[in-house]
């Protein structure tokens, strides 16, 4: 008796279909690059959680060295003077977590971009979609944020934190 096993065409298809993912060449996907503005650190964050350090493979000193090629302005300063060494960078993230990770300046780096937008210049149908796509990016932003204040309280609050004398506006951010 022949063991022959025959082969469903769906089978063969469903072969043929995983082989071709497994050799599907992808573009590299290149690091974002963060400075210091709150309002792109959860991008930054995630995008790095998920292509460096949730990285199994990646031997902790080489997480660290994609962190610091990754930075620039102020977050690069912020960690600069840390020692290159595996043990070290889980230090720089958390200074890094504990800097920018903070709703409240997230929120009001977005509240800014709101309020400094400029009034359009002409009739376009163009710039009023922009304007519209800006504003509605601003405001999911706001609302993933998850703040327990309601957002017109948040607007106000920032509002008036811009009227604060600059002493006093670091105080209360902080």
Not at 8 to 36: E, M, V, W
Not at 77 to 102: C, D, P
Not at 140 to 153: E, T, Y
Request: hydrophobic share 40%; net charge positive; with cysteine.
């Amino acid at each position: 008796m022949s063991m022959i096993r025959k082969i469903h065409p769906t089978d063969a298809s469903k072969k043929g279909s995983s082989n071709a993912h497994n050799n599907l060449k992808l573009p590299a996907i290149r690091l974002p690059i963060f400075s210091d503005q709150y309002d792109r650190w959860i991008n930054f964050s995630d995008m790095f959680k998920a292509m460096i350090r949730e990285n199994d493979s990646l031997p902790e000193i080489q997480k660290f060295h994609y962190l610091k090629s990754s930075l620039s302005g102020e977050a690069e300063g912020l960690i600069s003077n840390i020692l290159m060494t595996a043990n070290n960078y889980t230090i720089a993230w958390k200074l890094l977590v504990e800097r920018y990770e903070n709703k409240c300046l997230i929120a009001a780096s977005h509240i800014r971009q709101l309020l400094g937008l400029k009034q359009l210049q002409r009739k376009s149908v163009n710039e009023f979609a922009e304007l519209v796509n800006t504003i509605s990016n601003i405001i999911n932003a706001l609302q993933a944020l998850s703040i327990q204040a309601s957002l017109s309280d948040v607007i106000i609050s920032q509002i008036i934190t811009e009227k604060l004398d600059s002493t006093i506006r670091k105080a209360w951010e902080f």
